[in-house]
């Protein structure tokens, strides 16, 4: 049991679709992240939220609008979307920000036609 | 910045056997965190073992072990037995010490480990 869930697992989408990926942590940790997964890509850090303040934005497009209502939960807003955005997208905790082990949630995979 | 690289993109053992996945970064720090994770089909990524830098002895987690090399900037995974559910894709990844603006993780691409019944 990972303790981090997030939902959904699968997502289809249009380009002109609004849709939302939803994150929770049952951790008690104070630190969410999300990560874009692409194939044969590195893992990219889109964004990091400590004590729900985001502290790290990572150039990423507008189109990705990020909320951190509460340290257990974190959502990743989704509009107007490009086929080049497909890919997984991984959320992760830790107890701290500066904490140096996260554990990840299973992921949502995002297909954008 | 600091680079992660995983020069296999694909390995396999037979069950019971030991396999020993590569892993070089570069970094001018000399205090860091390096981490394996697992990430199964599930997609779940499951963290496997981690070294800090200042420590001499290599860390090990029953099955899994890491042989880290400082000077070398090499941190390799061996895992022994290889178990049917050691199949899956795994990362290294790198976190620098210094607290102030270096707390993200940097991955590597990845090495696909197939376990052959």
């Known amino acids: 049991e990972t303790g981090v869930t997030q939902t959904p697992r699968h997502l289809v989408m249009g380009m002109t679709n609004k849709k939302s990926l939803k994150c929770e942590q049952h951790?008690?940790?104070?630190?969410m992240y999300w990560y874009k997964q692409s194939a044969k890509k590195p893992l990219e850090l889109m964004f990091v939220?400590?004590?729900?303040?985001?502290?790290e934005n990572n150039s990423v497009p507008s189109r990705f609008s990020p909320e951190c209502p509460n340290s257990s939960h974190l959502f990743l807003h989704l509009h107007t979307l490009q086929p080049e955005d497909s890919a997984l997208y991984l959320c992760?905790?830790?107890?701290?920000?500066?904490?140096?082990?996260?554990?990840f949630g299973p992921g949502t995979r995002l297909t954008v036609l | 910045a600091q680079t992660v690289t995983q020069s296999q993109p694909e390995m396999s053992v037979q069950e019971a056997e030991t396999v020993t996945l590569s892993c070089t970064y570069d970094?001018?720090?000399?205090?860091?965190?390096l981490f394996w994770y697992k990430q199964p089909p599930s997609r779940q990524m499951i963290l496997v073992i981690r070294?800090?830098?200042?420590?001499?002895q290599n860390a090990t987690e029953n099955r899994f072990s890491v042989n880290f090399q400082k000077a070398a900037k090499s941190f390799s995974l061996k895992i022994s037995d290889s178990q049917l559910g050691d199949a899956a894709m795994y990362f290294c990844?790198?976190?620098?010490?210094?607290?102030?603006?270096?707390?993200?993780?940097?991955f590597g691409t990845g090495t696909r480990l197939t376990i052959i019944p």
């Open positions: 970094t001018s720090e000399s205090d860091y965190y």
């Open positions: 951790l008690g940790h104070n630190a």
């Open positions: 992760a905790s830790s107890q701290e920000w500066r904490e140096n082990t996260q554990y």
């Open positions: 990844a790198y976190r620098s010490a210094t607290n102030f603006g270096n707390e993200k993780l940097t």
């Open positions: 939220y400590s004590l729900e303040e985001r502290v």
């Open positions: 070294q800090e830098a200042y420590k001499q």
